[in-house]
């Protein structure tokens, strides 16, 4: 069974404060993709990061970095020196290969993330 | 490059009228997902084509909902008749065939039956 978990359901800080977001997923494939989006208090998903099996590199993009541990199942989210515009529902998901013909993202539940000035 | 786009960005109906929810994919996609959220089941994946063929309808909640993709431009999601527990936001997504590429996300349809 393939399953992703979000344990912090919401997590508040202070501006400039750094914060991890945690996902564990659960997938017997040898090939499958991570992703994190972003949902903001305007609803849209917005797409963030895409990751593959078989690429553990850690990823940074400006105050965004991303560290995928597959010893422990793990694809965590930091935001550095956070800010309010960072406040947002933030959902991390898995795409498992399955002969190539499985096209469903597995939702994790979300991380609502509050940023206070 | 224009998203996804949905229309209407908002659907306030009545309990047994029917609702219509269109998407246009992102121009080259051939992929289409139609995607419910609810608070208490979170994102849900409702139907996914692929060149506009139903590929995976197994989330379709009931006979109520039915989506069609008659092009590669166009897409609907009906429900027939609503009910109020079909109160949700609907989100469209296309991507590229290829292996597990990145989903785009419409803007999402608010839809509140009464």
């Known amino acids: 069974a393939q399953k992703v978990t979000q344990a912090q359901t919401e997590i508040s800080v202070v501006e400039k404060e750094d914060v991890t977001l945690d996902c564990v997923y659960e997938t017997r494939d040898t090939t499958y993709y991570l992703f994190w989006y972003k949902q903001p208090p305007s609803g849209e998903l917005v797409f963030l990061i895409r990751r593959n099996s078989f690429d553990e590199q850690n990823e940074i993009s400006g105050r965004y970095s991303w560290n995928f541990q597959k010893s422990t199942s793990s694809f965590n989210f930091t935001i550095t020196a956070s800010q309010v515009v960072d406040s947002a529902v933030y959902f991390c998901?898995?795409?498992?290969?399955?002969?190539?013909?499985?096209?469903?993202?597995?939702w994790g539940l979300g991380t609502s993330l509050a940023v206070n000035p | 490059d224009a998203g996804v786009i949905q229309s209407p960005r908002h659907e306030v109906t009545e309990m047994g009228q029917e609702v219509t929810l269109r998407c246009k994919p992102i121009s080259g996609h051939n992929s289409l997902f139609w995607y419910r959220q609810t608070m208490m089941r979170g994102l849900e994946l409702l139907i996914y084509f692929n060149n506009n063929v139903p590929i995976d309808d197994s989330g379709m909640p009931e006979d109520r909902f039915s989506a069609k993709m008659p092009n590669a431009s166009f897409s609907t999601l009906k429900i027939q008749p609503s009910e109020p527990r079909d109160s949700a936001v609907y989100f469209c997504?296309?991507?590229?065939?290829?292996?597990?590429?990145?989903?785009?996300f419409g803007p999402g349809t608010r839809l509140l039956v009464l």
């Open positions: 998901a898995l795409s498992a290969d399955n002969a190539g013909n499985n096209r469903k993202l597995i």
């Open positions: 997504a296309s991507d590229k065939t290829g292996n597990q590429e990145t989903q785009y």
